[in-house]
C-alpha cells in the first residue's frame, strides 16, 4: 500500500507542477514538489530511505522531463540522504524542523546543480531572484505538507511495518 501511495504522490506532484504551479509562477519560480517530498520523506525515513526515495522520484522526473536522463536521480539521491541524517537528531514535531530543512534541501539541490552543470562544462545560468523565490516557495510548500508526511509516517499509509525497518539500518 506505501508503494502505491508513493507512487500516486509522485504521479499527482508532476502533473501538478507541470501544469498547475506553471501558472503560479513567482520571480518566474515555483516550488520543486519533488524536492519537497524527498526532504519530508527523508528526514522521516532516514538516509538509506532519503536516498532511495531522492533517486527513484529524481529518475522519474528526467524521464519525464529532463533532457539528460539521471541528473535529478543524483542530486535528489543526494540531497535525500543528506537530509535523512538528521532523522534521529530533530525533534520532529517542532514546525522550525521542516522549513529548516526544505531550506537546507533547496540550497543544496541548487548547489549540487551548480556544481554538476561546472564539472559538465555547461553554461551557467544563475538568476538570484528565481533562486530566493524557489527556496521561499519550498519552505512554504513543505511547511503544508509536513503534518500529514509526519503522521503518515508514524501511523499511517508512510508507517513501514517491521519487516522493513532494518532496511534504514
Known amino acids: 500500500m506505501r508503494t502505491a501511495g508513493l507512487a500516486a504522490l509522485l504521479m499527482i506532484s508532476l502533473v501538478v507542477e ?9 520571480w518566474g519560480a515555483k516550488p520543486d ?9 527523508s528526514l ?23 533532457k539528460y536522463i539521471g541528473i535529478n536521480a543524483l542530486i535528489k539521491m543526494s540531497v535525500g540522504f543528506i537530509i535523512g541524517l538528521g532523522e534521529n537528531k530533530l525533534v520532529k514535531e ?6 529548516t530543512a ?3 534541501g533547496s540550497i543544496l539541490f541548487w548547489f549540487f546543480a551548480f556544481a554538476l552543470d561546472l564539472y559538465l562544462g ?17 519552505c512554504f510548500v513543505a511547511l503544508l505538507g509536513y503534518k500529514w508526511v509526519y503522521k503518515s509516517s508514524q501511523n499511517g499509509l508512510l508507517k513501514f511495518t517491521e519487516q522493513w525497518r532494518d532496511f534504514n539500518g
Do not use: H, M, Q
Open 18 to 26: 507541470s501544469t498547475l504551479l506553471e501558472s503560479l509562477k513567482i
Open 44 to 66: 522521516v525515513w532516514g538516509p538509506r530511505r532519503g536516498a532511495a526515495v531522492g533517486f527513484v522520484f529524481g529518475l522519474v522526473e528526467d524521464l519525464f522531463f529532463a
Open 102 to 104: 526544505a531550506l537546507t
Open 122 to 138: 555547461r553554461a551557467l545560468k544563475v538568476d538570484f531572484s528565481i533562486i530566493l523565490a524557489n527556496l521561499l516557495y519550498n
Open 94 to 99: 517542532n514546525i522550525i524542523v521542516p522549513i
Open 33 to 41: 514538489l519533488i524536492l519537497v517530498w524527498v526532504i519530508l520523506l
